[in-house]
């Protein structure tokens, strides 16, 4: 029941996140995402779940996720800055707080957090 009721309860909390929640394999290919982030990328979670990072980073910043999947691989966890494309084409600036975990089965998946911090990044070359 304890098990059963903290699961819930992170479900929860993985649901009505005010950013992008999600995880990934160790191939950026999506496994679940949350409402909110899927809407702020301008995707349904049905389609997100068919689509992988390297659908979402454009083709300039692609060795820079090759970095960061093996980056976490080795550590466990990353941090940073991560341009994506909108569905609607324009580009966002992402900061992601990610962590490797392991299913029971000992599958490898990451944990991300995101938030768009477009605006903020934006406000700060202009100053």
Request: aromatic residues 8%; positive net charge.
């Amino acid at each position: 029941k304890k098990l059963r009721n903290s699961e819930d309860n992170f479900r929860s909390f993985f649901e009505n996140a005010q950013g992008l929640m999600c995880t990934h394999d160790l191939d950026g290919r999506f496994l679940e995402v949350n409402s909110e982030g899927a809407r702020l990328l301008g995707y349904s979670k049905e389609e997100m779940r068919q689509m992988s990072l390297y659908d979402l980073v454009p083709a300039r910043h692609r060795q820079q996720l090759r970095a960061y999947l093996h980056q976490i691989q080795l550590t466990t966890k990353a941090s940073g800055l991560m341009t994506i494309l909108h569905k609607d084409g324009s580009y966002k600036i992402w900061k992601y707080n990610n962590i490797h975990l392991h299913s029971p089965d000992g599958t490898g998946y990451i944990l991300s957090n995101s938030i768009d911090v477009t605006q903020s990044q934006r406000q700060a070359k202009c100053s």
